[in-house]
């Protein structure tokens, strides 16, 4: 399936700003949550952790799908890795609390934000829980478009299947 057969089933799906904007945060809170233990994680030989490897391919995968938004979208993944690196270094229960509860905000804010402004939910029928990690694409995807760029995509996506 294309990135734009992708875009034009999420589209429906999220056309209340205030939807997107959860989901758009969302996507950042739920890597950070994962981020925080994969930092424990170190990969052997090298100064890297697991969480370097995860950001490294969710910022890969985003470039693959649309590379102008997956390249807006790869930049707040550092800070939001230097974030877990921070929290990753207090005690254990204390930094796995925080991560937990940031996990357990995110879905609350974005499953609140489907029920309340869009009336509706897609569970995870669009791509999984990774789309969980690059949902930015295809909200930065539509900002481009708002720009009045990436009008080939854009017409791609306004075909009809």
Known sequence: MSFADKMRAWMPLHENGVSRTAHFMGAYLFTFALL???CWVRVPGTPLTAAHLL???VAVYALTLEWTAGLLMAVPLV???FAAE?????PTGTAAGIAVSVMVFRFAMVV???VLFEKKTHGLSLGGPLLFFIEPVYLLTLA?????LKQDLRSRVAASA
């Open 86 to 90: 921070g929290v990753a270094r207090l």
């Open 79 to 81: 800070p939001t890795l």
């Open 36 to 38: 925080v233990p994969l």
């Open 55 to 57: 950001v490294a391919a």
């Open 144 to 148: 481009l478009f708002a720009l009045g």
């Open 112 to 114: 609140g934000a489907h």
